[in-house]
């Protein structure tokens, strides 16, 4: 195990190991106080923090921070590591790619050529020395495109997922959400629900009511009913009409078993999938979830921090060809992210990290009631969201998610990101909304007869 | 207003979402967001305010005892979930004889549903199992789910019943979980508990219903030897055995 040392005014700091001192380089957050592994002082955490901007790049290929053998996660990264992507950077230290991917020479192509080549944890080594102005100002230097049915991740574009979530998973309650989102221009990222149930055959009903709306309307978007895979590969099999295979996911093989997933599992979904052939511009037919804390919350964290292992859940997603990849980044608690701040640092982090390494990064911008945090940091983080170039942000029905017990965006909030930032919902769901009436030149029209046309079908 | 002239109220009729609100500009109209402002208010209240544990005690038939876990006030509560699983030091629970049964009322992440329904629920789970001996009921701050296995080891109980105030919700703030875990001891997992959710007074169980499920779970338990997932009850009630985290 590599030692790591500073020494600031005299006092000399030691770090034991990678794992040691990426944990100890982290922003403050209240997961990683519990799991024991945080700075002891705010000095240890810049002492931290200095001696990692003195890492070279390589020593994440040479001292995995979770063992190659014990983990399938860390064998992927490894084996799939892009050698010659890597090489522009192969010779730099983790403070020496911080300026680098902040100066001006950097421009989005290199980025997008880059991004195989940068491991979970080099993206996240990067981050601790990043502040949050750092991470939305790269952020937006990636630039990553997906498609299905509609193209998503296009300059001067932000998408959206529609939640309409009904507590007993009421066929019409879903429909009516749905309709109300619709009318604010949301659901071209996907119209994806989270059944209360785990059932398969109150998914398929969800998916059929889903799919005949879509149809009946012409809308040019893609549903999902967010099951467990295993789910979903059954409805496939039983030829339900699925668009996307949704997955929560974590950053090592034993928070996996804990979420009952396997990498093969996961690409015999993709498989299935693209079997069916149902997109129309583009066939990225999977969308995962992640969230910090989950690791350590299964007791799979092996020593290491919470952003560091979220960076391996991306790079999990990454390895299947997602059409969309968000965190939920307050969803898990305050023994996780404790308040507001400690939020928008997660969130930024998430995103950037994922966009560094080339995913559809979206965000469900959330909180519990038991988070020191209230919508005013959710309006904050998500207008950083939107400078950042976010590919996706969750709306439900007036940011309260009846199903699920937390608050997310409201519809309102989508459009406010649209209207505020110039942003534009995907090209052919926008031709839609035009079409329908609900749009004009990309800009949400005052209610009036599309909605009441809308609501009368 | 009828339904020809709003065509929202027959889809608002369908789901308890917050659909139909209109807009200002992008923005909630004032009186939607106020409410949604009014529901996160109570919920945070919920969070945060303590119990008045001496009106608590009042109300209950019998005697009880006051114990407090590890954590050290709201904020160490929230974030060290680990210590609000274990009692603090020197906790007081000499209590006599063993008892069959141990009821513990935790305050968990809601103090308003231990004050709206904590002893009612206790009572009623007392009164429907006339055949088994209860000690004191132990009324504990800042606690979590699993301290009634410390609890209940402690007073050498063949089985501990935790009523714990729910995560809130901003439909519901106060809303009581009730854990049933057979042979308590330090390290008992998650699956190895029964849990009845969702019992307050807003179209959730009431305090009668849910004391019938869990003296169900109780008897089977004890005749069986153990709970969790071991042990399916055939007759609960709607929502008894929803997932629900533990707060």
């Known amino acids: 195990m590599t030692v790591y040392s500073t020494t600031l005014g005299g006092e000399v700091f030691r770090f ?26 705010a000095v240890e955490r810049v002492a931290a923090q200095v001696a990692l901007a003195e890492v070279p790049l390589r020593a994440f290929l040479d001292e995995p921070l979770v063992p190659y053998e014990a983990d399938e996660v860390t064998r992927m990264i490894l084996d799939t590591h892009d050698v010659a992507a890597f090489a522009p950077v192969a010779g730099m230290t983790v403070g020496g790619f911080r300026d680098w991917l902040l100066s001006e020479r ?29 991470l939305i100002a790269v952020a937006r230097k990636c630039r990553v495109q997906t498609a299905f049915r509609t193209t998503l991740g296009l300059p001067g574009r932000m998408g959206s997922r529609l939640q309409p979530n009904h507590p007993a998973d009421d066929l019409a309650g879903i429909a009516a959400a749905t309709l109300d989102g619709l009318l604010y221009g949301v659901g071209d990222a996907v119209i994806g629900v989270n059944p209360a149930s785990d059932s398969v055959a109150t998914a398929t009903e969800l998916l059929h009511m889903l799919d005949g709306l879509r149809d009946r309307h012409g809308i040019p978007a893609q549903t999902c009913v967010l099951t467990h895979v295993t789910n979903t590969l059954e409805m496939i099999e039983a030829g339900a009409p699925v668009d996307l295979v949704f997955q929560s996911v974590a950053g ?37 979830e992640t969230g910090q804390g989950s690791a350590l919350s299964a007791g799979a964290h092996h020593g ?33 992210l404790y308040d507001g701040k400690q939020i928008l640092r997660a969130g930024l982090e998430d995103h950037f990290t994922g966009k560094l390494m080339g995913l559809p990064m979206g965000v469900d911008v959330c909180y519990t009631n038991h988070a020191e945090a209230d919508q005013d940091d959710m309006d904050v983080l998500m207008t950083c969201l939107g400078t950042a170039g976010v590919h996706f942000l969750i709306a439900v029905p007036g940011a309260d998610d009846v199903m699920l017990n937390y608050q997310s965006l409201a519809f309102h909030d989508i459009a406010y990101m649209r209207e505020t930032m110039g942003l534009r919902a995907a090209p052919e769901y926008e031709a839609w909304l035009e079409a329908v009436g609900l749009v004009e ?17 | 207003m009828n339904v020809a002239m709003d065509p929202w109220a027959r889809l608002r009729a369908a789901t308890p979402a917050r659909i139909g609100l209109g807009r200002s500009g992008c923005a909630q109209p004032l009186q939607a967001q106020l409410a949604f402002q009014l529901a996160h208010a109570r919920a945070r209240d919920a969070v945060h305010a303590a119990v008045d544990w001496d009106a608590v005690a009042e109300t209950l038939p019998g005697a009880s005892v006051r114990v407090r876990s590890q954590a050290e006030g709201r904020a160490d509560y929230l974030k060290r979930p680990d210590l ?16 069959d049964v141990v009821l513990v009322i935790a305050d968990g992440l809601s103090a308003a549903a231990v004050a709206a329904s904590g002893a009612a629920v206790a009572r009623a789970v007392m009164g429907a199992l006339p055949e088994l001996s209860f000690g004191p009921v132990v009324l504990a701050e800042q606690s979590r789910v699993a301290i009634g296995d410390e609890i209940g080891h402690r007073l050498g109980a063949r089985l501990v019943v935790l009523l714990v105030g729910e995560r809130p919700g901003l439909t519901v703030a106060d809303s009581l979980g009730a854990y049933v875990t057979y042979a308590p001891r330090v390290g008992r997992r998650d699956s190895e508990r029964n849990c009845v959710s969702n ?19 109780v008897r089977a338990a004890l005749d069986r030897g153990l709970t969790g997932t071991g042990l399916k009850d055939a007759s609960l009630a709607r929502g008894a055995e929803a997932g629900q985290l533990e707060p």
């Open chain 1, 252 to 288: 090592t093989q034993a928070a996996n078993d804990g979420f009952g997933v396997t990498l093969a599992m996961l690409e015999e979904a993709r498989q299935a999938a693209l079997s069916l052939g149902r997109g129309t511009v583009g066939q990225n037919v999977m969308y995962l």
């Open chain 1, 106 to 134: 950097v421009l989005p192509d290199r980025l997008a050529r880059l991004a195989k080549g940068v491991t979970p944890e080099m993206a996240a080594a990067v981050s601790k020395l990043m502040r949050n102005r750092d």
């Open chain 1, 441 to 457: 030149d990309g800009r949400l029209l005052p209610e009036g007869a599309a909605a009441r046309r809308l609501l009368a079908s």
């Open chain 2, 84 to 99: 609000g699983r274990r009692l603090a030091e020197g906790a007081a629970l000499d209590v006599g004889n063993p008892p």
């Open chain 1, 16 to 41: 034991d190991g990678l794992a040691r001192l990426m944990a100890a380089a982290t922003p403050e957050r209240s997961g990683d106080q519990l799991a024991g592994i945080a700075a002891g002082s």
């Open chain 2, 199 to 217: 019992i307050h007074g807003q179209g959730g169980l009431s305090a009668e219903a849910a004391a019938r499920t869990i003296a169900w779970l």
């Open chain 1, 304 to 336: 290491v921090d919470q952003q560091t292992l979220e960076a391996r859940a991306q790079a999990v997603a990454r390895h299947i060809d997602p059409l969309i990849v968000n965190t939920v980044v307050g969803f898990i608690g305050p023994e996780y």
